[in-house]
């Protein structure tokens, strides 16, 4: 309900103010600063423009041709091209060294799942422009395992995998493998956010045994990932971390189920949090847990189409075992 109640109060900011108006409010939310009145209008120009897509798009939300709306978002002062960019190659789908997998055939899912409501799921966070969302989707994973088999609620450091798992052919803030975080974590663990905190840019590995709080005792790949198996793995185990296609649409997501099908067969750039699972108005839904901030998408989750199957997020989701 309360979804309802704020669609068009989005819709209504994006038509009744000036495109200066949202631009200076934009700049405010968001602290945004330019380096010179060149750049700032050059962003202002790229902001119309976005603001001309998010009209056009949202108008045929209104006559239900699509089933989610847009917003001004963080990223609505760059370009589709530079959002695109700044997606690619920060994730990759790689064989786990130690992993073993899992037939979720046959085990039957309740109609709808959301592990938010049960304190598996920590608070949302914002990798900023580090590309490392490979090591949020892996400290989520691990942090709703934690809490799951030994009810400790504690934030991990996706700082250590950026700085100390590049042995492991992770790249730090230019892209990585959920798998290959999670061989680090096998090996050496992972400490608290708390003591290990995150700066946003790559730095040298300095982490301390002394504050290693979690190690992983194997991990497990859904093996030929289904639907009906995807929804039985996050329903029985919890969150998973999943590699996904990252669509451009999403650069101005707000709300509602992500429907666009041009992502379909395209490899996966981004890495997730899958939380849960539902259905609204006879459409069903993935809940999908982003590292991009709560001021983006639905507090910084977004709802993702289950079927048909969109953004390949089939293509490799896997879980810790703690």
């Given at each position: 309900?309360?979804?309802?109640l704020?669609?068009?109060?989005?819709?209504?900011?994006t038509?009744g103010l000036?495109?200066?108006?949202q631009?200076e409010?934009f700049?405010i939310k968001?602290e945004?600063s330019?380096?010179?009145?060149l750049?700032e209008r050059?962003?202002?120009?790229?902001?119309?423009s976005n603001?001309?897509?998010?009209?056009?798009?949202?108008?045929?939300?209104?006559?239900?041709?699509?089933s989610?709306?847009?917003g001004?978002?963080?990223?609505a002062?760059?370009?589709q091209d530079?959002?695109?960019?700044?997606?690619?190659k920060q994730v990759?789908?790689?064989?786990?060294?130690?992993?073993?997998?899992?037939d979720?055939?046959?085990?039957?899912a309740?109609?709808?799942?959301?592990w938010?409501?049960?304190?598996?799921?920590l608070?949302?966070k914002?990798?900023g422009t580090?590309?490392a969302c490979?090591?949020?989707?892996?400290?989520g994973?691990l942090?709703?395992?934690n809490?799951?088999?030994?009810n400790i609620?504690?934030?991990?450091?996706?700082q250590?995998l950026?700085?100390c798992?590049?042995l492991?052919?992770?790249?730090g803030?230019?892209?990585?493998?959920?798998?290959?975080?999670?061989d680090?974590v096998?090996?050496?663990g992972?400490?608290s956010?708390e003591s290990?905190p995150?700066i946003?840019?790559a730095?040298?590995?300095h982490r301390?045994?002394?504050n290693?709080?979690l190690?992983?005792?194997?991990?497990v790949?859904?093996?030929?990932?289904?639907i009906?198996?995807l929804?039985s793995?996050?329903?029985?185990?919890?969150?998973i971390s999943?590699?996904v296609?990252?669509?451009v649409?999403l650069?101005?997501y707000?709300?509602g189920i992500?429907?666009?099908?041009?992502?379909?067969?395209?490899?996966?750039?981004?890495?997730?949090?899958?939380?849960?699972?539902?259905?609204?108005n006879?459409?069903?839904y993935?809940?999908?847990?982003?590292?991009w901030g709560?001021?983006?998408?639905?507090n910084?989750f977004y709802?993702?189409?289950t079927?048909?199957?969109?953004c390949?997020?089939?293509?490799?989701?896997?879980?810790?075992?703690v």
């Amino acid at each position: 309900m309360k979804i309802l109640l704020v669609i068009p109060l989005i819709i209504v900011a994006t038509y009744g103010l000036s495109d200066k108006k949202q631009w200076e409010s934009f700049k405010i939310k968001y602290e945004k600063s330019f380096e010179s009145y060149l750049e700032e209008r050059l962003r202002f120009q790229i902001f119309k423009s976005n603001l001309k897509r998010i009209r056009e798009h949202n108008a045929n939300y209104d006559k239900g041709e699509s089933s989610y709306y847009m917003g001004v978002t963080k990223f609505a002062d760059i370009t589709q091209d530079e959002f695109k960019n700044m997606l690619d190659k920060q994730v990759s789908v790689k064989p786990i060294i130690n992993t073993k997998s899992k037939d979720f055939s046959g085990i039957t899912a309740p109609e709808s799942v959301d592990w938010r409501t049960t304190g598996a799921v920590l608070a949302v966070k914002d990798q900023g422009t580090c590309g490392a969302c490979w090591s949020f989707s892996s400290t989520g994973a691990l942090e709703g395992q934690n809490f799951l088999k030994n009810n400790i609620s504690i934030p991990l450091s996706e700082q250590e995998l950026i700085d100390c798992s590049n042995l492991y052919n992770n790249n730090g803030c230019y892209g990585g493998s959920i798998n290959y975080a999670f061989d680090y974590v096998l090996d050496h663990g992972v400490s608290s956010e708390e003591s290990y905190p995150y700066i946003a840019e790559a730095d040298r590995c300095h982490r301390n045994s002394s504050n290693i709080v979690l190690y992983a005792k194997n991990v497990v790949a859904i093996a030929d990932a289904t639907i009906d198996k995807l929804k039985s793995a996050v329903a029985s185990v919890g969150p998973i971390s999943v590699p996904v296609s990252a669509d451009v649409a999403l650069q101005l997501y707000k709300g509602g189920i992500f429907d666009e099908t041009d992502c379909s067969n395209a490899a996966p750039n981004h890495a997730v949090l899958l939380v849960g699972y539902g259905n609204e108005n006879g459409k069903d839904y993935w809940i999908i847990k982003n590292s991009w901030g709560t001021k983006w998408g639905e507090n910084g989750f977004y709802r993702l189409q289950t079927n048909p199957v969109i953004c390949a997020i089939l293509n490799g989701p896997v879980y810790p075992e703690v």
